[in-house]
């Protein structure tokens, strides 16, 4: 009875274990399929404070005014990742636009994100910094304004400041923000050349590689890419070895050599190569599509796609790699055989002719019938010259050379000339 209840209980547990497997290898499979981080379709986008990506692209040019009293009525108008107008019965004045992402900032407690307008209007503005004309700083805050309620769902600019001789205008604008998107590798870049990220800019992958384009496709002649990986130096460690999917799945013979497919860690100083060897296996007309991702510890993985046509089929590019491995088995096997014949001649010599030391060594005798021939005893004098290295006029005056006539009649020849 106990025998069975204790089966009972082991199986049970050999049960449990497998199903918590099972809901691993789930997850596990699970997590690869996380959203691409790609560049977004604006660059009405920022991050948050932890690297998530916040894409603000559905809030570009949308309008938010703010009625100013005063002596002269006017009104601030901002539009979102566009420009800043201050509009009146006198006209309009700028304060700037917006130009790029890096322009659009993480906050501070309170203050979620900032956007900065650059190059505004510049009368009587001419003496700001760099002559960068009006300038307007965009203070975005998540949810409602401190001071009030706002009567638009959209949002509305809690408050406007200005500064600075009217050169510079300081908005706090609330608005419900975007959701947080996949945490981004800052820093990290890809691209065809050593400093270049036509690929991979910023952690972010970029249009043209986030998914399938038959128009950026590499062609059937090319059989490798390389790609150059960088990351910053403090953060190198967190990046992984990459793997790569092929569609379809047959055709395409693709392997990732170099040092970047081993997982060694990019710095921007030293980048790593990550080559992509592909040969065509099956011509097909429509390119294929391989998928290349780099997981990074912590972070949302870096992911890429390539396109390769196939016009015609490759040979396998094993046959000069083959030849080298001939030739070092050959010379391998060479080596061995000689020093063999070498030690197995010492032995001979030394047990059966009873011969010793030097002379005993095959070949030995060839050798020194040889430097006979040369003429061994001049070869000793000439290096044993102590002043032998001194071109010198007196050196080769005082030298007893082995044939001094010979020196001293050079020598008044050169004189002569
Ligand atoms: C490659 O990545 C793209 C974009 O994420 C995806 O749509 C596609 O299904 C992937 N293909 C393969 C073979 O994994």
């Known amino acids: 009875m106990l025998l069975e209840w204790k089966a009972f209980a082991s199986c049970s547990a050999g049960a449990i274990h497998l199903f918590i497997i099972v809901l691993l290898t789930l997850e596990y499979m699970h997590v690869p399929a996380t959203a691409i981080v790609a560049v977004p379709s604006s660059n009405c986008?920022?991050?948050?404070?932890?690297?998530?990506?916040?894409?603000?692209?559905?809030?570009?040019?949308?309008?938010?005014e703010y009625n100013e009293e005063g002596s002269v009525p006017s009104d601030l108008v901002v539009q979102l990742c566009k420009d800043v107008q201050r509009r009146s019965q006198a006209g309009y004045i700028s304060f700037g636009r917006f130009i790029s992402s890096h322009s659009f900032l993480t906050g501070s407690e309170p203050?979620?994100?900032?956007?900065?307008?650059?190059?505004?209007?510049?009368?009587?503005?001419?003496?700001?910094?760099?002559?960068?004309?009006?300038?307007a700083q965009v203070n975005i805050i998540c949810g409602q304004c401190s001071n009030k309620v706002c009567k638009d769902e959209h949002g509305c600019i809690c408050s406007v400041s200005y500064d600075e001789r009217m050169c510079r205008v300081v908005a706090e604008l609330a608005i419900p923000c975007a959701q947080s998107g996949?945490?981004?590798?800052?820093?990290?870049?890809?691209?065809?050349?050593p400093r270049s990220s036509e690929v991979v800019y910023n952690g972010l992958t970029q249009l043209g590689?986030?998914?399938?384009?038959?128009?950026?496709?590499?062609?059937?002649?090319?059989?490798h890419t390389s790609l150059y990986l960088s990351a910053m130096s403090s953060l190198s460690g967190l990046v992984g070895k990459p793997t790569f999917k092929v569609?379809?799945?047959?055709?395409?013979?693709?392997?990732?050599?170099?040092?970047?497919?081993?997982?060694?860690?990019?710095?921007?100083?030293?980048?790593?190569?990550?080559?992509?060897?592909?040969?065509?296996?099956?011509i097909r007309s429509s390119p294929?599509?391989?998928?290349?991702?780099?997981?990074?510890?912590?972070?949302?993985?870096?992911?890429?796609?390539?396109?390769?046509?196939?016009?015609?089929?490759?040979?396998?590019?094993?046959?000069?790699?083959?030849?080298?491995?001939?030739?070092?088995?050959?010379?391998c096997?060479?080596?061995?055989?000689?020093?063999?014949?070498?030690?197995?001649?010492?032995?001979?010599?030394?047990?059966?002719?009873?011969?010793?030391?030097?002379?005993?060594?095959?070949?030995?005798?060839?050798?020194?019938?040889?430097?006979?021939?040369?003429?061994?005893?001049?070869?000793?004098?000439?290096?044993?010259?102590?002043?032998?290295?001194?071109?010198?006029?007196?050196?080769?005056v005082n030298t007893s050379g082995p044939t001094p006539a010979a020196q001293r009649t050079n020598d008044r020849r050169y004189g002569t000339i």
């Not at 945490?183 to 870049?189: A, E, H, I, L, S």
């Not at 016009?311 to 001939?326: K, L």
Request: with cysteine; hydrophobic share 35%.
């Open 182 to 193: 996949p945490r981004v590798f800052k820093g990290f870049t890809v691209g065809f050349h």
């Open 111 to 135: 203050i979620d994100y900032i956007q900065r307008f650059h190059n505004g209007d510049l009368v009587n503005c001419e003496t700001t910094f760099k002559k960068m004309g009006r300038t």
């Open 209 to 223: 590689f986030e998914q399938l384009h038959h128009e950026f496709s590499f062609q059937s002649e090319q059989i």
């Open 333 to 396: 096997i060479f080596i061995v055989m000689s020093s063999l014949l070498c030690c197995g001649g010492f032995i001979y010599k030394t047990r059966v002719e009873h011969q010793y030391g030097l002379d005993a060594l095959p070949g030995m005798t060839i050798m020194s019938a040889f430097l006979d021939a040369v003429g061994r005893p001049r070869g000793y004098l000439q290096a044993g010259d102590p002043n032998g290295n001194h071109a010198s006029q007196a050196s080769w």
């Open 288 to 331: 294929y599509e391989v998928n290349v991702s780099i997981p990074v510890s912590g972070y949302d993985p870096i992911e890429f796609t390539l396109t390769k046509k196939c016009d015609y089929t490759q040979e396998r590019e094993s046959v000069p790699m083959r030849g080298w491995a001939t030739f070092g088995i050959i010379s």
């Open 45 to 64: 986008y920022t991050f948050d404070n932890d690297n998530h990506l916040v894409d603000f692209t559905y809030l570009v040019g949308q309008n938010f």
């Open 247 to 282: 569609n379809p799945l047959k055709g395409l013979d693709v392997m990732l050599t170099g040092s970047g497919a081993n997982g060694a860690m990019p710095t921007t100083l030293s980048p790593t190569v990550l080559t992509v060897n592909w040969r065509c296996e099956i």
